[in-house]
């Protein structure tokens, strides 16, 4: 027998709903509120809000557990207001005292949440939270020395291990034609507007928009595009982009005489047809000189801070987005250097090097990178400083080669831990749309991709607390035993060790975090 209702007899107020009941302490989204730092946060969030200007600001840790929840479940910004709205330990998450079905905020306010909260304000959260994580597990330095580098200096301890990647932009692949054509169409629609604003007297400035839009469609039906007909195209699109921006002067310049006004369009037309003037002279001169690159490229006429990044892989030889300078610090990632620019990763090592010891007070061990990073300049700073590389030496490599088995046994141990970067970076990719960042401001996508990394780093942090909160109870239970086998036999198991050596502050320290 099969139990079925229609809809039309099943009413909405007949729906049992379960909000009566408590919510479950065991929730993810409980646990994990538990770990955020939600006060460190709205010092940080606090400090760009103005308190004399402007309409009240939202909580911060509203912000906050908004955009935790958008690069935790892999929302858009209106996924995020709608999955917040229908959920109620989301919105426990976010610090809602009551379940409510209005939108917390509209979803365009992520756009200024991003302009607010940057890159080094989550920059400062992440070494936040390094530092408590140091603090717990006992590798924070107690001999930091204030004086020259001359004087006593604390032991090098710790690994870090440092590479670079690329956060692409979610656009469209940028070739020279399609970049034209856009340009062209663009110039088209800025005609169009200033001449219905001069009142449509005179004769309409011919673009020929009918037959170039003809022969494009013509070009991009073919599949194998030869060198020739591709020269073609952009000759064709380059001489109607050049004729509109002709036609857009002139047209300005009779507003201005008759009307005074030196541009009559909104400020973002007036930026896009920046940008338009700029891709033509770039498209012109690589044309002349039959080159397919320039220096400052522009590959989107909307987001024209993009530039091709050359990376040599496998799938693409060429990405196009912001470079990072990523170091790994305890399965914690900290962005070290943003750039929207190719350059080469090399120049960072010393920079992340310093912001290790300015954390933790003392520098690492050893640095577990690739080959790019083995220069001469990094090695005689690492030389230096007493710290050891794991690249391999520059060079000729010897003949031969006689390794101890615990040589070759360490040797692998570290090229296996260098990895685990390579997996954060996947991790941020697959999981996160590290590789498909969708805001269109160049302050805003740095915010992006800065809180991805901070939401990974939250998980890793709350992954933490939770195994050391798990020995800590191994070890208070261990004590417990000890005491009443003492108790009843009459033998001081005191002197017995742990099974996890830890003393009483810092199991204080893993309690009061859970």
């Known amino acids: 027998m099969i139990n079925y209702q229609s809809t039309n007899q099943l009413k909405i107020e007949d729906f049992k709903t379960p909000f009566t009941r408590k919510l479950r302490a065991d929730n993810r989204w409980v646990i994990l509120s538990q770990q955020v730092p939600w006060d460190r946060f709205a010092q940080v969030y606090m400090s760009v809000m103005s308190n004399q200007t402007g309409r009240a600001a939202k909580s911060p840790r509203l912000v906050l557990g908004a955009l935790i929840i958008k690069h935790l479940e892999n929302l858009d910004d209106r996924g995020t207001i709608d999955a917040i709205q229908e959920n109620p330990y989301m919105q426990y998450f ?219 892989k496998a799938k693409a030889k060429s990405e196009f987005g912001s470079k990072l300078g990523v170091s790994l610090d305890d399965g914690m990632a900290r962005i070290d250097t943003f750039s929207w620019d190719a350059y080469n990763e090399s120049t960072d090592l010393i920079k992340q090097v310093e912001n290790y010891r300015e954390v933790h007070g003392h520098y690492p061990e050893v640095v577990l990178c690739d080959r790019i990073y083995a220069n001469r300049t990094n090695r005689a700073y690492l030389s230096e400083k007493n710290i050891r590389i794991t690249a391999p030496a520059l060079g000729r490599k010897p003949v031969k080669t006689v390794l101890t088995a615990y040589r070759r046994r360490k040797l692998r141990k570290e090229a296996a831990q260098r990895n685990a970067i390579e997996g954060k970076f996947g991790q941020g990719k697959n999981g996160y749309n590290l590789n498909k960042i969708r805001a269109r401001l160049r302050e805003t996508s740095e915010s992006w991709v800065a809180c991805i990394f901070f939401v990974m780093n939250l998980l890793a942090m709350a992954g933490h607390l939770t195994f050391l909160y798990f020995l800590a109870m191994i070890n208070h239970m261990d004590q417990v035993v000890k005491n009443f086998l003492s108790q009843i036999m009459g033998f001081n198991w005191a002197t017995v060790p742990s099974v996890i050596p830890m003393n009483e502050s810092k199991m204080n320290v893993i309690f009061a975090k859970n």
């Open 94 to 312: 976010v610090g809602l005292e009551e379940f409510t079905t209005e939108q917390i905020f509209t979803p365009s306010l992520f756009v200024e949440i991003r302009k607010r909260v940057g890159a080094k304000h989550f920059d400062q959260l992440t070494v936040d939270m390094i530092k408590t994580l140091a603090e717990i597990k006992g590798k924070k330095s107690k001999s930091r020395s204030k004086k020259s580098d001359d004087d006593q200096k604390p032991r090098n301890k710790g690994k870090i291990k440092i590479d670079a990647t690329v956060a692409d932009q979610y656009i469209p692949f940028p070739t020279d034609p399609s970049l034209l054509n856009e340009s062209r169409e663009k110039t088209e629609m800025m005609i169009d507007q200033l001449f219905r604003l001069i009142g449509k007297q005179g004769v309409k400035p011919r673009t020929y928009r009918k037959k170039i839009r003809k022969e494009w469609l013509s070009y991009n039906k073919n599949k194998n595009k030869s060198e020739k007909q591709i020269r073609k195209i952009k000759r064709v699109l380059l001489e109607a982009v050049a004729r509109n921006l002709k036609h857009i002067d002139l047209l300005l310049d009779t507003i201005q005489r008759k009307q005074g006004m030196a541009f009559p369009l909104p400020a973002k037309t007036q930026k896009l047809l920046w940008v338009i003037r700029t891709v033509y002279d770039q498209q012109l001169m690589m044309f002349r000189k039959n080159v397919k690159s320039c220096p400052d490229r522009i590959v989107n006429i909307y987001q024209p801070h993009v530039r091709p990044i050359p990376r040599g």
